[in-house]
């Protein structure tokens, strides 16, 4: 059973950063694709960041130069640093996975849907505050 739990959510004021971390467990495959994904209240829940098992990253326009995702392999663990932080960025923030199959074309990046994935955790929520 694979299971997916975001952690690193907190309140910080504008400016600031902060590093969520998706601890992934019960994965078994060598490729993936892995995302983060935010909803504001109100909003569409839209993907900030993606990254698939050779490496290769893409970002909404809204957080590039900001955020960074990443992968540790030993540990498992997928993380997003978040600096410059902007009241803007205030959501709940969700990671997901699912299994790196490109056979009907490359799909692992943003704008990325949030349906294509199937592994996610519970979000974690980050308030940025002026």
């Known amino acids: 059973q694979v299971q997916l739990v975001e952690s690193g959510g907190g309140s910080v004021q504008a400016g600031g950063s902060l590093r969520l971390s998706c601890a992934v467990s019960?994965?078994?495959?060598?490729?993936?694709?892995m995302g983060w994904f935010r909803q504001a209240p109100g909003k569409e829940r839209e993907g900030v960041a993606a990254i698939d098992s050779d490496g290769r990253t893409t970002y909404a326009s809204s957080v590039k130069g900001r955020f960074t995702i990443s992968h540790d392999n030993a540990k498992n663990t997928l993380y997003l640093q978040m600096n410059s932080l902007k009241p803007e960025d205030t959501a709940m923030y969700y990671c997901a996975a699912e299994r790196g199959n490109y056979t009907s074309g490359y799909w692992c990046y943003v704008p990325l849907a949030f349906s294509l994935l199937r592994y996610r955790g519970q979000g974690t929520q980050v308030t940025v505050s002026s």
């Open positions: 019960g994965y078994t495959y060598s490729s993936y694709c």
